[in-house]
């Protein structure tokens, strides 16, 4: 399970209007927006200004307004993309803060460094950035888009063009490579994956009866959700998805699948009731309507490719992609912890942006599964109980779930602890190392049952970690990862970015504060 993003593409094209350095609009909110906003980002503004050394604001550069975030108290933090003689830069973004009077109390920056080019004039052609970004992957290219963009995510910033490289996988499954190219000599200097890879009645594979929300009447009923924004479900029809193309389940009396995989209307029904209960989870604990909080539906599409144990998240599409598994160890992967794991992919696009790549690509793996065991948990279903386990309801047969969060490690290639290689790992196992933290937050250490599962959570420091509940735990993380953590963010930078977070719900040296600190210690981030 991943992430599609496109991640110097989005700066341009959602990203506010800026014209000679005047904030014009901000990201997904209309233009007569609410006067604490507004006044929140003209201040952001001018405090950038006033901090020019400290946040590497020079001559040449604009901010766009990507997410404005406000407390109850007053407070506010306003996240920005940079530009620099009107390129997007990667790694320019950065949250600035603000107190209950609007004073600034400090930023976060993806990167420290000073962005300054002697020239922002390719020598390589676009066509030959194409080229060589399509010859660097593994899979067969559709297309290959580059832009031109400043690189500043490590070293010395360069000008690249950020090319997005789409393609169709060995399995007929999307695939995606975003692909720095040298705009000077050509050379590639830095690749991720994009393409990632987590009033009906509904008789699903894995809840059982449910009850989903469609559109129609008489004999024409669709799976369309008016009330979640028009979030919709499609047939994939098994083919390859990169034209995003699907056809939109339609029944005649509402009554959708048998539970059985020989109805192709059954995964639908699963994947329909998991984007709908991964809505009600952001929306009621945490007022977020939608992945872009823009109150906008998202696309489901099941039956994707022949044989692919995967599911993905697009940020291009704005859809989830499920397929049907292997049919030996495991069934369709459209279980509820996946879709809430692949619309969270969604939500780290359009916060805090974590680079799919090194150990922020671990940190974003990481918030999904957490956010996925979340929408679990508090959807309390019959058929698919909350526990710490992802993917264990679709595994069959010999399957195994895909991850373990109290011991990362027992799927034999994650993290169990924070070491200088796991930056290095395939993201899905460097998460580990976050997926134990909060499982250690939440729960504590030691042996337990949850439910009708029994766990063992070592740490790596021989410590003993009393949890503080995953109620609370998950608050301090959607704060961090909305009002703090960048881009880049590392270990140690989440690290800090929780403990801000909980030392502004609960307070410094509270409880959870104290329990954030020595879970990060439990698992060697210090």
């Given amino acids: 399970m991943g992430h599609t993003s496109r991640l110097a593409r989005v700066a341009v094209i959602t990203a506010a209007a800026t014209v000679a350095g005047t904030i014009t609009a901000v990201v997904g909110t209309p233009a007569n927006a609410a006067s604490p906003r507004s006044a929140a980002v003209d201040r952001a503004r001018d405090q950038v200004a006033a901090h020019a050394d400290s946040l590497g604001w020079a001559r040449g550069q604009a901010l766009q307004v990507k997410d404005v975030v406000l407390d109850a108290d007053g407070s506010a933090h306003v996240r920005f993309d940079r530009t620099y003689d009107g390129l997007p830069v990667l790694g320019g973004d950065l ?129 369309v959700d008016g009330v979640r924004g028009g979030g919709r479900t499609e047939d994939g029809n098994n083919g390859s998805t990169s ?67 995967n599911a993905s998240w697009s940020d291009a599409c704005f859809c989830m992609r499920y397929g049907d598994g292997d049919g030996r160890s495991y069934g369709p992967l459209v279980s509820l912890d996946v879709a809430g794991h ?32 979340m929408v679990e948990f508090t959807s309390n279903t019959a058929g698919d109980p909350g ?84 109620t609370s735990a998950a608050a301090i993380w959607y704060r961090a990862l909305t009002t703090s953590m960048t881009s880049s963010t590392n270990y140690a930078g989440a690290r800090a970015a929780t403990l801000s977070a909980a030392a502004y719900l609960y307070g410094s040296g509270s409880t959870q504060y104290n329990a954030v600190n020595a879970a990060w210690a439990a698992v060697n981030v210090k």
């Fill in 95 to 223: 949250v600035v803060h603000q107190g209950a009077q609007g004073g600034f109390r400090g930023a976060d920056r993806a990167s420290s460094a000073r962005v300054s080019l002697a020239s922002t004039r390719a020598a390589v052609s676009p066509q030959r950035a194409a080229d060589v970004a399509a010859s660097s992957v593994g899979f067969r290219v559709t297309s290959s888009t580059p832009e031109l963009s400043v690189y500043a995510l490590r070293g010395a910033p360069r000008l690249v063009w950020q090319t997005a490289v789409d393609g169709v996988g060995a399995q007929d499954q999307p695939v995606g490579r975003t692909v720095s190219v040298d705009a000077r000599t050509g050379a590639v200097v830095d690749s991720w994956d994009t393409v990632v890879e987590v009033t009906g009645t509904g008789n699903s594979l894995y809840l059982g009866s449910v009850g989903i929300e469609t559109s129609g009447s008489a004999t024409s009923f669709t799976l």
């Fill in 387 to 470: 526990d710490y386990l992802i993917g264990e309801r679709f595994a069959i047969g010999s399957g195994t779930p895909l991850r373990y969060m109290d011991r990362p490690s027992r799927d034999g290639a994650s993290a169990d602890c924070w070491s200088k290689q796991v930056g290095s790992l395939n993201v899905h196992y460097s998460s580990g190392v976050g997926n134990h933290f909060f499982y250690l937050l939440s729960e504590g250490s030691g042996q337990k049952m949850i439910g009708t599962v029994t766990y063992d959570s070592p740490t790596c420091n021989g410590s003993t970690v009393s949890g503080i509940g995953r």
């Fill in 243 to 309: 034209s995003t193309s699907g056809t939109l389940f339609t029944d005649a009396d509402n009554v959708w699948g048998t539970g059985s995989s020989t109805s192709r209307q059954s995964a639908a029904v699963d994947a329909h009731f998991g984007v709908a209960a991964t809505w009600d989870y952001y929306k009621n604990t945490f007022g977020r309507t939608g992945i872009k909080n823009d109150g906008r539906g998202a696309r489901a599409i099941v039956h994707v490719g022949s044989g692919w144990v």
């Fill in 342 to 373: 692949e619309m969270s992919h969604g939500v780290t696009s359009a916060t805090a942006g974590l680079t799919y790549r090194r150990e922020s690509g671990g940190l974003n793996e990481a918030t999904s599964d957490i956010f996925g065991t």
